[in-house]
Nanobody
Framework: QVRLTESGGGSVQAGGSLRLECKVAGNTRSRYCLGWLRQAPGKGRERVAAISDMGTTSAADALEDRVTVSHDTRENIFALNMNNLKPEDSAMYYC??????????????????WGQGTQVTVSA
């Protein structure tokens, strides 16, 4: 019964920055992946970045120079910082959760809990 609530989306000009936050509530268990994924209209869902319970972070190769993730475990807030935003970053951004049974890579896990998303629009 994990609940995820995203915030921080909005409109920004190209080159700007945004911080998205995901409030994580419920029983997250001891091993997990938290991920940010995005989806533009008519396109598939794209993995952006993730963090594991061990603090291991990962990001899509094309984005790793511009995005970072962090997890405040005290407040259980999972954050995505994005800078030098580009119009092609415009999408609905979703927070996702997956309970790992072992130490699966968070790049590949089949996330099965989702927030409702927060919209990011980047104008030229």
């Amino acid at each position: 019964q994990v609940r995820l609530t995203e915030s921080g989306g909005g409109s920004v000009q190209a080159g700007g920055s945004l911080r998205l936050e995901c409030k994580v509530a419920g029983n997250t268990r001891s091993r997990y992946c938290l991920g940010w994924l995005r989806q533009a209209p008519g396109k598939g869902r794209e993995r952006v970045a993730a963090i594991s319970d061990m603090g291991t972070t990962s990001a899509a190769d094309a984005l790793e120079d511009r995005v970072t993730v962090s997890h405040d475990t005290r407040e259980n807030i999972f954050a995505l910082n994005m800078n030098n935003l580009k119009p092609e970053d415009s999408a609905m951004y979703y927070c996702a959760f997956y309970a790992r049974s072992g130490f699966e890579s968070c790049r590949q896990v089949p996330y099965d809990h989702w927030g409702q998303g927060t919209q990011v629009t980047v104008s030229a």
